[in-house]
Structure formats: C-alpha cells, structure tokens
C-alpha cells in the first residue's frame, strides 16, 4: 500500500520559515517526479513546483522561487519544502505529489498558517 505522509505544517508569524516533509511508503520516491501544490480557501489546487527523478527542480513563479527550496534525501525516501520569507499569502493545506506513468499518487496535506 503507497502513502505518502506530509508533516511539518503549522502556525508561523510572516518572515518566518517552515519545512514541510512528505514521507513515503510503498514506493521508491527517487524513481518518481515529486511535486508539492497547495491549497488556499475557497480556491483551486495549484502547483508549487517539483523535483524531477533526475533531481532536476521546477519552481511555479515569481511567487514562490527564491524563497522556497525543494530537495530529496534519498536515504530516507523523502522529499521537502523549505519556505522561507514566509507571508500569509502562503496560507494553504500543503500537498506532494508522486507521478511515474500512469502512477498518481498524493498525500493528505498538512496546513501551513502565516499571520500577518
């Protein structure tokens, strides 16, 4: 059975900085392109960015690149998202994302609340 187990959301002032982790189960997330999305109230999943199986990763827009940061360790078939210079625009459930092929998989998300 595949899980993925996002953690590391919570409460945090604007400016701050949170990781969000996402661990997996079931599956080897190295094989896999790793995505993180987000979720604000009332409106539509959207995309973060990614980590590609090659390690390669992909930032959405200016919103995001140069203050979030996605990695991977391997070793504990995990990936991450740090977020710094965090505002309460960020506000959202956060989401990964595993996809190989026809093999589409996602966490529960974990909430991440700035305030202002």
């Known amino acids: 059975q595949v899980q993925l187990v996002e953690s590391g959301g919570g409460l945090v002032q604007a400016g701050g900085s949170l990781r969000l982790s996402c661990a997996a189960s079931?599956?080897?997330?190295?094989?896999?392109?790793m995505g993180w999305y987000r979720q604000a109230p009332g409106k539509s999943r959207v995309y973060v960015g990614s980590?590609?199986?090659?390690?390669?990763?992909?930032y959405a827009d200016r919103s995001v690149k140069g203050r979030f940061t996605i990695s991977r360790d391997t070793a504990k078939n995990a990936v991450y998202l740090q977020m710094n210079s965090l505002n309460p625009e960020d506000t959202a459930v956060y989401y990964c994302?595993?996809?190989?092929?026809?093999?589409?998989?996602w966490g529960q998300g974990t909430q991440v609340t700035v305030s202002s």
């Open positions: 994302n595993a996809i190989l092929r026809y093999s589409d998989y």
């Open positions: 079931g599956i080897t997330l190295r094989h896999y392109n």
């Open positions: 980590i590609s199986s090659g390690g390669k990763t992909d």
